[in-house]
């Protein structure tokens, strides 16, 4: 008779008073649906063991009484992180948070006129100066700055979410989204003719308002426009699993977006520079936006492996936006402010699609990495509040006034890039 291995007795005498050291169950069905062992095999009864029959070639012919017999732990996707064995299988851990770092770029804003000059010779009328300051679809103009000349460069952001499994099928999800310095910044150069310094009148320029805010130019006239962008998101979800592949989801969410634009105007040369004051110009218009309300998500498993999983997350929602805008102009040479504002309220839609990959390192870390889409209807911009405000300077161009605005919301944006980051499981 061949002798047995020292190791395989070893390892079958291990397994036995394992499963039988094992407090006993009561008989119950399989929770993967296969057959149970035979009845009169008392461990087939343990709720971590299946025990089935089957031939085991490795096995040596003496070992007839235990040939058939072999002993297989239940599937290791029906463990949770810790080791347990959970309920059923694919059950999530109780607790899994994530931080991830974002790249996002803004879509470039639609065509809004900000800085307009007249076509010609710069000695204008007072006749034609008015008709230039109210003209409002900036005809007979040469425009030097328009908003659609913009192009965002991708800056960074951060997300996290912490997610509480309260059952098998349920679990909580809250979620925040901060995006800050969405920015541009354009220097404008201008090439004014020689003027009188004691009359600064004829050399003027315009600003997009309606009807235009004007300023006084002068040569080496310069301008520096700056256009900034930035959202806080905060969201609470409940969701729903249908099945390993598929959850569906829904909850309350609140977005803040803000978008302002500014544009400075410097004058240049030593002798203007002795006589008026480094800045000559000011304009700016901001504006906010608080969206409230709910949505509804589904995330989907599209690549489920062992160590590398991809999953979509698309979520949707309708808001209430508690919009408001201002605006401020400051002509420090000839000491001219104005000011205007104006609030209201609007519906606004939103989504936004993440796709995520989650390269397991651990039983309890996963490397995330993956790409975002966020979309943005219903909103005030600071470009499009330009042409919805009248003239922030008066005629005489020496007393501070209060000009009339329109709130515009209208807006929309659209904002992609790249995310990549950890999720830690409990």
Not at 86 to 101: E, H, K, L, N, Y
Not at 195 to 222: C, E, H, K, S
Request: charged share 15%; net charge positive; proline share 5%.
């Amino acid at each position: 008779m061949k002798p047995i291995g020292f190791k395989r007795m070893a390892y079958v005498l291990f397994l036995l008073a394992a499963v039988g050291a094992m407090p006993l169950s009561s008989a119950q069905a399989d929770p993967q649906g296969s057959p149970q062992g035979p009845k009169d095999a008392s461990i087939s009864r343990h709720p971590a063991v299946k025990v089935f029959y089957r031939d085991v070639a490795a096995f040596p012919a003496s070992m007839a009484a235990t040939r058939k017999l072999n002993l297989s732990f239940v599937d290791s996707r029906s463990f949770d992180q810790a080791g347990n064995v959970p309920s059923q299988s694919g059950v999530d851990p109780v607790w899994t948070i994530s931080a991830r770092c974002i790249y996002m770029q803004l879509s470039t804003p639609t065509s809004q006129v900000l800085i307009i000059f007249p076509s010609g010779k710069p000695n204008l009328s007072a006749a034609n100066l008015a008709d230039f300051a109210r003209n409002p679809d900036f005809s007979g103009g040469s425009i030097l700055s328009d908003a659609s000349q913009l192009h965002f460069e991708f800056q960074p952001g951060a997300e996290f979410a912490l997610v509480r499994r309260i059952s098998d099928d349920w679990k909580l999800e809250a979620r925040s989204v901060q995006i800050e310095g969405l920015a541009k910044r354009q220097g404008l150069n201008v090439t004014a003719p020689p003027v009188n310094l004691n009359d600064m009148g004829p050399n003027i320029g315009g600003y997009g308002t309606n009807p235009r805010t004007i300023f006084y130019a002068a040569p080496g006239t310069a301008f520096d426009l700056f256009y900034k962008s930035g959202m806080l998101s905060v969201e609470c979800m409940l969701w729903r699993r249908l099945n390993d592949s598929l959850r569906i989801g829904g909850g309350f969410r609140w977005i803040e977006f803000y978008d302002d634009i500014s544009i400075y105007g410097f004058f240049g040369g030593s002798e203007l520079e002795r006589r008026f004051p480094p800045v000559a110009s000011t304009l700016e218009f901001d504006a906010k936006n608080d969206l409230y309300g709910l949505q509804i998500a589904g995330e989907g498993r599209l690549w489920p492996r062992q160590r590398l999983n991809i999953e979509a997350i698309v979520r949707a929602g309708i808001y209430g936006n508690a919009a408001r805008q201002s605006s401020l102009f400051d002509q420090q040479i000839v000491h001219i402010r104005g000011a205007a504002s104006a609030s209201g309220s609007a519906l606004a839609f939103g989504g936004d699609l993440n796709v995520v990959a989650n390269l397991k390192l651990s039983n309890r870390f996963s490397l995330q990495g993956g790409y975002n889409l966020m979309w943005l209807q219903g909103l005030a911009l600071g470009s499009h509040q330009v042409s919805n405000t009248s003239a922030l300077n008066t005629s005489a161009g020496e007393s501070t006034m209060t000009g009339q605005t329109r709130l515009d919301t209208g807006g929309g944006i659209f904002a992609h890039g790249p995310t990549f980051g950890l999720k830690f499981l409990w």
